[in-house]
């Protein structure tokens, strides 16, 4: 059974520091891994979708990175802003025999920007 | 496109209340996924259907819980009775593909007094 950890918990960065976000999954089989951001009280947004044949994906201020063999993900945030603060999460689709492959998701870290 | 729309945003009811909450995915996605989101369990998937048709319902808690997609554009998710432990936030998601990105809908907040 996959699962998909997310450490630290939470984290806090003075406004225009480079930061990385880490994502673990036990099942190296996936199909992709995806990033989400989480505003409080409000649905998730689709940061960045990495297939499994990919190595990096990048849009904007935002670099998700793909090693299956040691099974983690890192989301690189480049000049943090105070708009960045969020609760991230990571999901990974994992390859099932049987069809019905469920995207696990990690619990999140919860990142705050200091202006 | 709207994005993936739900309805209400928030609902309070009362233990014992049916709830029926509403979901209108993007035009064209073939997916539609239904989860729930605790601080104790995290997300967690309940059903997802493909063309309509539910594929995997694993994930619904108990028989209390139905779930149906009438046609392309509309699903609905039902709890009858409500109780108190399903208080939540519910959200829906669609996909062009089982494997494809997932776009989520703002999700409702849950409420069972």
């Known amino acids: 059974k996959q699962e998909v950890t997310q450490i630290p918990a939470a984290l806090s960065v003075p406004e225009g520091e480079n930061l990385v976000l880490n994502c673990s999954f036990t099942?190296?089989?996936?199909?992709?891994l995806q990033w989400f951001r989480q505003d409080p009280g409000k649905g998730l947004t689709s940061l960045l979708l990495?297939?499994?044949?990919?190595r990096e994906q990048t849009s904007g201020r935002l670099n998700a990175s793909l090693d299956k063999s040691s099974g983690r993900s890192t989301l690189y945030i480049a000049a943090s802003q105070p708009g960045d603060s969020a609760t991230y999460l990571c999901?990974?689709?994992?390859?099932?025999?049987?069809?019905?492959?469920?995207?696990?998701f990690g619990t999140g870290t919860r990142l705050t920007i200091i202006p | 496109d709207a994005g993936v729309i739900q309805s209400p945003r928030h609902e309070v009811t009362e233990m014992g209340q049916e709830v029926t909450l509403r979901c209108k995915p993007i035009?064209?996605?073939?997916?539609l996924f239904w989860y729930r989101q605790t601080m104790m369990r995290g997300l967690e998937l309940l059903i997802y259907?493909?063309?309509?048709?539910?594929?995997?319902d694993s994930g619904m808690p108990e028989d209390r819980f139905s779930a149906k997609m009438p046609n392309a554009s509309f699903s609905t998710l039902k709890i009858q009775p409500s109780e108190p432990r399903d208080s939540a936030v519910y959200f829906c998601?669609?996909?062009?593909?089982?494997?494809?990105?997932?776009?989520f809908g703002p999700g409702t907040r849950l409420t069972v007094l």
């Open positions: 998601a669609s996909s062009l593909a089982r494997t494809a990105e997932q776009f």
């Open positions: 099942d190296s089989a996936i199909y992709n």
């Open positions: 990495i297939q499994s044949s990919q």
């Open positions: 999901a990974a689709h994992p390859i099932s025999n049987f069809g019905n492959e469920k995207l696990t």
């Open positions: 035009s064209g996605h073939d997916y």
């Open positions: 259907f493909n063309n309509n048709v539910p594929i995997d």
